[in-house]
């Protein structure tokens, strides 16, 4: 596979069997949005957008957070954007919205949860990102970071509906989040599984530690079961069309770096995920190797990857059954 220099040309992964999987890029300003349009993604799943408020004393404006916003948007024109609402605390702090003496950053206060106490950073960043989404030809979709219960859905929702802002969604990094996905995805539109802090979470490992890289390894059968719950909440909140009844499923995109494993990126589809959102340079490779499988191929590699006993094991079962990777 690598002797082949490979490229992507939009339009989404095309299994096998004609299942389609939308590939969106991962960015966090507007070079990097030019540089994914470049790629032919077909649009942005994760515009993290802390850029605008790291290493400053004071706060963006509004009017300063909407021409940003607005140029990122500019690049993709007819495509969905998802914007992830400010990401701060943990291994972001930020001097005017986090506390930086916590004992346990990454189980602070941190994301979302900073909108308790400075409830107007997070709406200031509302108010931009609906005035730049009304200006702009994008399909500008929300969410939240660091959900946990579906009491701060009902709120993060309520906030993006005084402001038209839709789809409004949450990001699943929380083991309490993927277990209550059915619940969560009742009040609110979609859900975007962030598998670096899903799986630090899960397997309680600081994923900046270097020697805890064995457990922040999304292979993990724990996090794939999670992801799994996640895929059958969105099922049963949205009423899946064979189990449930007949409206259509919650979508449920992956932006954490598990999206740009190609070997990950079957198990994730096989899942139940609908789009996968990567560095751009990741498209071509898992574009080519989900075009190697249908979707029922996907579902068993999947349901091996969640039943192996390691992570290691789960993974050799998948690499065997594609042979593109071997
Ligand atoms: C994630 O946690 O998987 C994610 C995409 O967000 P970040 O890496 O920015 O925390
Ligand atoms: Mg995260």
């Given at each position: 596979l690598q002797k082949n220099p490979l490229t992507y040309e939009g339009g989404g992964a095309v299994l096998t069997d004609g299942t389609e999987v939308q590939l969106l890029a991962n960015i966090g300003n507007a070079q990097d949005a030019e540089k994914a349009a470049a790629a032919h993604?077909?649009?942005?799943?994760?515009?993290?957008?802390e850029f605008l408020f790291l290493d400053r004393e004071d706060e963006p404006s509004v009017e300063e957070q909407t021409t940003a916003y607005a140029e990122v948007f500019s690049?993709?024109?007819g495509q969905k954007v998802v914007v992830r609402t400010i990401d701060a605390g943990a291994d972001k702090p930020l001097p005017f919205l986090t506390?930086?003496?916590?004992?346990?950053p990454a189980l602070g206060v941190r994301a979302y949860r900073?909108?308790?106490?400075?409830r107007s950073v997070l709406t200031n960043q509302l108010d931009a990102i609906a005035a730049a989404a009304k200006a702009s030809e994008a399909t500008v979709w929300v969410m939240a970071p660091m959900i946990s219960t579906v009491e701060d859905t009902e709120d993060f929702a309520s906030m993006c509906r005084e402001r038209d802002l839709a789809p409004a969604g949450i990001m699943v990094e929380t083991p309490s989040a993927a277990i209550t996905a059915d619940r969560q995805l009742a009040e609110c539109d979609f859900a975007s599984i962030g598998t670096n802090d899903l799986t630090q979470y899960t397997m309680a490992?600081?994923?900046?530690l270097g020697s805890l890289a064995h457990l922040n390894n999304p292979w993990q059968p724990a996090v794939l079961a999670l992801v799994q719950a996640t895929c059958t909440g969105a099922r049963r909140a949205g009423g899946d069309?064979?189990?449930?009844?007949a409206k259509a499923n919650k979508p449920v995109g992956v932006c954490g770096?598990?999206?740009?494993d190609p070997g990950l990126a079957v198990v994730l589809v096989g899942l139940g995920v609908n789009s996968l959102s990567m560095t751009p340079r990741s498209l071509p490779t898992v574009a080519k190797v989900l075009s190697t499988v249908t979707l029922e191929q996907a579902k068993e590699l999947a349901a091996k990857a969640v039943a192996a006993r390691t992570a290691e094991e789960g993974r050799d079962a998948v690499r065997a059954g594609l042979p593109i990777l071997g």
């Amino acid at each position: 596979l690598q002797k082949n220099p490979l490229t992507y040309e939009g339009g989404g992964a095309v299994l096998t069997d004609g299942t389609e999987v939308q590939l969106l890029a991962n960015i966090g300003n507007a070079q990097d949005a030019e540089k994914a349009a470049a790629a032919h993604a077909d649009g942005v799943g994760l515009f993290r957008t802390e850029f605008l408020f790291l290493d400053r004393e004071d706060e963006p404006s509004v009017e300063e957070q909407t021409t940003a916003y607005a140029e990122v948007f500019s690049h993709f024109p007819g495509q969905k954007v998802v914007v992830r609402t400010i990401d701060a605390g943990a291994d972001k702090p930020l001097p005017f919205l986090t506390d930086a003496d916590e004992p346990n950053p990454a189980l602070g206060v941190r994301a979302y949860r900073t909108s308790w106490e400075k409830r107007s950073v997070l709406t200031n960043q509302l108010d931009a990102i609906a005035a730049a989404a009304k200006a702009s030809e994008a399909t500008v979709w929300v969410m939240a970071p660091m959900i946990s219960t579906v009491e701060d859905t009902e709120d993060f929702a309520s906030m993006c509906r005084e402001r038209d802002l839709a789809p409004a969604g949450i990001m699943v990094e929380t083991p309490s989040a993927a277990i209550t996905a059915d619940r969560q995805l009742a009040e609110c539109d979609f859900a975007s599984i962030g598998t670096n802090d899903l799986t630090q979470y899960t397997m309680a490992a600081d994923r900046q530690l270097g020697s805890l890289a064995h457990l922040n390894n999304p292979w993990q059968p724990a996090v794939l079961a999670l992801v799994q719950a996640t895929c059958t909440g969105a099922r049963r909140a949205g009423g899946d069309p064979e189990a449930f009844g007949a409206k259509a499923n919650k979508p449920v995109g992956v932006c954490g770096e598990a999206a740009g494993d190609p070997g990950l990126a079957v198990v994730l589809v096989g899942l139940g995920v609908n789009s996968l959102s990567m560095t751009p340079r990741s498209l071509p490779t898992v574009a080519k190797v989900l075009s190697t499988v249908t979707l029922e191929q996907a579902k068993e590699l999947a349901a091996k990857a969640v039943a192996a006993r390691t992570a290691e094991e789960g993974r050799d079962a998948v690499r065997a059954g594609l042979p593109i990777l071997g």
